[in-house]
């Protein structure tokens, strides 16, 4: 059985460290501290590293750990992480023989040029695209690009449980409130996020169900959340994708 455990790094990142027997493998390490730090106490030996995107606070460790042992760096093919040695892309297959773990690959660019997301074992590893309540910001694709990942990922199941790579859902939510101020699930989810953080908790994961229900950039055809894009604007859009623009840069102000 296969355990994921968040490793804390920077400020606010996870290094999400997916363990089963005496191997483990790490998505998005940004620093090679907390890994080396963690393997060591917990007796671990890394098997395979994935990465979602190449920003530095998501790839910053992976030379590190490749020098401590020669293992698989998984990551997407049109990015520049030098350390890959097997680049990936929509559709492929990311096989993790020591864990028995098998991931899918997904193309969804907007936050990088080539984000890509592992999907498998019923979770979900996005990166900076979709955050729980929330997602990254736009920075080397469209908005169109954006919303049709984001599309993409909200057609997985249900009890998919999403493992992003940042603790912003408390943020997240308080800037959904504000678009979707009628949403009870919302209320509901705010008062359980507080809690967990309130405690030293990870809000994480959240599951795909919940991300559908109360996440605004998932929301764009909802009349609620075109009503707050409108006012935002002063102008009246209906297109999903004029909407979803509206609502990111929104956020970036809030
Ligand atoms: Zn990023």
């Given at each position: 059985m296969l355990e994921i455990v968040p490793l804390p790094a920077f400020r606010d990142n996870?290094?999400?460290?997916?363990?089963?027997?005496?191997?483990?493998?790490?998505?998005?390490?940004?620093?090679?501290?907390?890994?080396?730090?963690?393997?060591?106490?917990?007796?671990?030996?890394?098997?395979?590293?994935?990465?979602?995107?190449?920003?530095?606070?998501?790839?910053?460790?992976?030379?590190?750990?490749?020098?401590?042992?020669?293992?698989?760096?998984?990551?997407?093919?049109?990015?520049?992480?030098?350390?890959?040695?097997?680049?990936?892309?929509?559709g492929d297959k990311v096989e993790i023989l020591a864990l028995a773990a098998t991931?899918?690959?997904?193309?969804?660019?907007?936050?990088?040029?080539?984000?890509?997301?592992?999907?498998?074992?019923?979770?979900?590893?996005?990166g900076d695209t979709l955050f729980a309540c929330g997602c990254g910001r736009v920075f080397e694709g469209t908005a169109e690009q954006m919303l049709d990942s984001l599309t993409k990922l909200a057609a997985l199941p249900d009890a998919t449980r999403v493992y992003c790579g940042h603790e912003y859902t408390l943020a997240n939510i308080k800037f959904a409130r504000a678009v979707d101020p009628g949403n009870s699930m919302l209320a509901a989810r705010e008062e359980k996020v507080a809690k967990l953080r309130a405690a030293g908790l990870p809000s994480l994961p959240s599951t795909l169900g919940e991300e559908r229900a109360t996440n605004p950039f998932l929301r764009c055809a909802e009349p609620v959340v075109v009503e707050s894009a409108n006012k935002y604007l002063g102008a009246r859009v209906a297109d999903p994708a004029r909407v979803f623009a509206a609502i990111r840069e929104w956020k970036n102000r809030f």
């Open positions: 996870y290094i999400w460290t997916l363990r089963g027997g005496k191997n483990a493998a790490v998505v998005d390490p940004g620093e090679a501290g907390p890994v080396k730090e963690y393997l060591a106490r917990e007796g671990l030996a890394l098997v395979a590293i994935l990465a979602t995107h190449h920003h530095p606070d998501h790839v910053g460790g992976i030379s590190e750990l490749v020098a401590m042992k020669k293992v698989p760096v998984f990551g997407p093919k049109g990015e520049p992480i030098p350390e890959l040695t097997h680049p990936v892309g929509q991931f899918s690959v997904l193309d969804i660019p907007g936050h990088t040029r080539a984000h890509v997301a592992y999907y498998g074992l019923e979770s979900l590893f996005c």
